[in-house]
């Protein structure tokens, strides 16, 4: 069984206007290493996933998860 942890970063990112470069500067990492996240090539570390959570200012747990996030209009569907 792999683990896996599913992100909403680039969705924030995208929102937010923030090109991959201004988060990774603001983070201190790579650029890559934003991408290599965002398509869940790599799972944070404790410390960064808070230090995202805290760069858009939301609680970790709307960035990051076990599960999949469900796809957004899926709950319009099924009501």
Sequence with gaps: ???????RIAMLRVER???R????DALGVHYQTVGYLER???SPSLYLALRIAEYFE??????????PFPRIGD???SA
């Design 17 to 19: 206007g923030i090109s």
């Design 58 to 67: 939301v609680p970790v747990e709307v960035i990051f998860s076990t599960k």
């Design 1 to 7: 069984m792999t683990e896996s942890i599913h992100n």
């Design 75 to 77: 709950s319009e569907r």
């Design 40 to 42: 869940g090539e790599y």
């Design 21 to 24: 470069r201004q988060l990774a």
